[in-house]
């Protein structure tokens, strides 16, 4: 075989390997991508799913308060109006223990005593204030209003609870009540607004 062909020979070797390690470098890169877009699609799926799960949670919880709320005022019809004049319960509105704490077995309270009383100790349950880890509240909902709703003169007729809460993701403002709209807690328009509102008949007599 002549030099020449032996030169032909050995340069046609080189290309063929040079295109082969090409050829695997854009294979190692698609698969890369591929990889890199996979993970990226299953990280914001787990972020979805935990806002999704969270706002669940919350939604449940409000449900279970208005729920607890309108028990105590059923079992103290009396003093209904007490319960509708109070104002908008949240954050820590009520202040601190009222002056009689009808928590305490020993202490006889008269209507009045005991709506202010489940007022403070249901707002209380709705900020948390009872479970707490490393100095914060972690019970509740996050940065809730809650307004109470009935007839004017307090007596017999459908009452309502309307829960709002801060949610995670920017969603249009409900219409449904206006509790806490407007009050700067829930972002810009109301976005972070969450509502949950509970009615029922309540016999005064």
Not at 73 to 88: E, K
Request: proline share 3%; charged share 15%.
């Amino acid at each position: 075989m002549s030099w020449l062909s032996k030169g032909n020979s050995a340069m046609k070797k080189q290309s063929l390997k040079s295109s082969l390690h090409g050829f695997s470098m854009v294979e190692v890169m698609i698969t890369l991508l591929v990889v890199s877009v996979a993970l990226l699609s299953s990280v914001s799926l787990q972020v979805l799913s935990k806002r999704s799960n969270y706002d669940a949670a919350q939604r449940t919880t409000a449900a279970h308060l208005a729920e607890d709320l309108l028990e105590r005022m059923r079992n103290n019809p009396t003093a209904l109006i007490d319960y509708i004049t109070a104002g908008n319960l949240g954050n820590g509105s009520r202040g601190g223990l009222p002056a009689t704490n009808c928590g305490d077995p020993l202490i006889e309270c008269t209507a009045a005593e005991l709506a202010t009383f489940d007022m403070w100790h249901w707002e209380q349950l709705l900020d948390g204030s009872f479970e707490v880890s490393g100095g914060e509240s972690v019970g509740g909902l996050v940065t809730p209003t809650a307004c109470i709703n009935g007839p004017g003169f307090g007596g017999n007729g459908v009452y309502s609870i309307a829960i709002a809460w801060r949610g995670m993701t920017e969603l249009t403002n409900p219409v449904i009540d206006n509790c806490g709209a407007g009050s700067g807690n829930y972002g810009a328009n109301d976005v972070n607004r969450r509502i949950m509102v509970v009615r029922t008949f309540v016999n005064a007599s």
